[in-house]
């Protein structure tokens, strides 16, 4: 449903539309008549309400832009952002694996404050693509408490990361355990694509962090307010 009402709102871009409407122009545009749309809209405004705030709660939540910023049974307020973000996207899927490891690793550093992150060698990395350290200090220190060890593994893929690529990064962090120090430590796996569930449910499980190519377009677009391949340009 949503994918053609993004359709409907690409093709007429407006911030705000009156929600009966837009429904109207969706079942329209499955095939039935005004009358037919109209009747459907009505019989079906709250479950599409509900479902439209839902999605907004969950694009909160996963840190993505939603197409929706708002809505009601009379209003949908729409985020035109949202088409931004994903150019973005696409212009990200573009990247060569090599430049989208030198780019996660200037997203570490602009979007999450990171210091002396460094790529580790393009070949038999062992399930490491860059590390580095990210500060642990007050909002207004003057200087960090202490540093806590980063380490990330970036994969340009068309399809979505598999678990064998989450078992090898399992595997890498095992390595970094120390008997008897306790370094903070913080694992971080970027992806231009998604996470089959049961990767992703890995990555949970080790407390990981898993960060999707939607949710990357999203913080590029934040940190840069730009476009398109102009705004991957800021971090490269």
Same mark, same amino acid.
């Given at each position: 449903m949503h994918e053609i009402i993004e359709e409907i709102i690409f093709i007429t871009p407006k911030s705000r539309y009156e929600t009966m409407a837009l429904l109207v122009q969706y079942y329209t545009k499955q095939g039935h008549n005004i009358m037919q *749309?109209? *009747?459907?809209?009505?019989?079906?405004?709250?479950?599409?309400?509900? &479902?439209?705030?839902?999605?907004?709660?969950?694009? +909160?939540?996963?840190?993505?832009?939603?197409?929706?910023?708002?809505?009601s049974n009379s209003v949908a307020n729409i985020n035109?952002?949202? =088409?931004?973000?994903?150019? $973005? !996207? #696409?212009?990200?899927?573009?990247?060569?694996?090599?430049? =989208?490891? &030198?780019?996660?690793? *200037?997203?570490?550093?602009?979007c999450f404050g990171a210091s002396s992150v460094d790529i580790t060698q393009r070949t038999a990395d062992m399930g490491l693509d860059f590390k580095? =350290? $990210?500060? @642990?200090?007050?909002?207004?220190? +003057? #200087?960090?408490? +202490?540093?806590?060890?980063?380490?990330?593994?970036?994969?340009k893929y068309l399809g979505n990361v598999g678990r064998g690529d989450v078992d090898a990064f399992t595997a890498f962090a095992n390595r970094q355990k120390r008997d008897n120090t306790y370094p903070a430590?913080?694992?971080? @796996?970027?992806? +231009? #694509? &998604? =996470?089959?569930?049961?990767?992703?449910?890995?990555?949970?499980?080790? !407390? @990981?962090?898993s960060i999707n190519g939607f949710q990357i377009a999203t913080l590029v677009f934040q940190e840069t307010g730009k476009a398109g391949i102009e705004a991957i340009r800021e971090f490269l």
């Open positions: *749309a109209s *009747a459907k809209a009505e019989s079906n405004l709250r479950f599409f309400c509900e &479902d439209v705030q839902n999605l907004i709660n969950y694009s +909160t939540k996963e840190n993505v832009a939603c197409l929706y910023n708002s809505i035109l952002n949202y =088409f931004i973000v994903k150019e $973005i !996207h #696409s212009e990200l899927k573009k990247l060569s694996w090599q430049v =989208f490891e &030198d780019f996660c690793a *200037a997203l570490m550093k602009k580095g =350290f $990210i500060p @642990f200090k007050g909002r207004l220190s +003057t #200087s960090p408490f +202490t540093y806590i060890e980063l380490y990330g593994q970036a994969k430590q913080l694992f971080v @796996f970027c992806t +231009t #694509s &998604d =996470f089959i569930p049961s990767a992703k449910a890995e990555i949970i499980k080790n !407390h @990981f962090v």
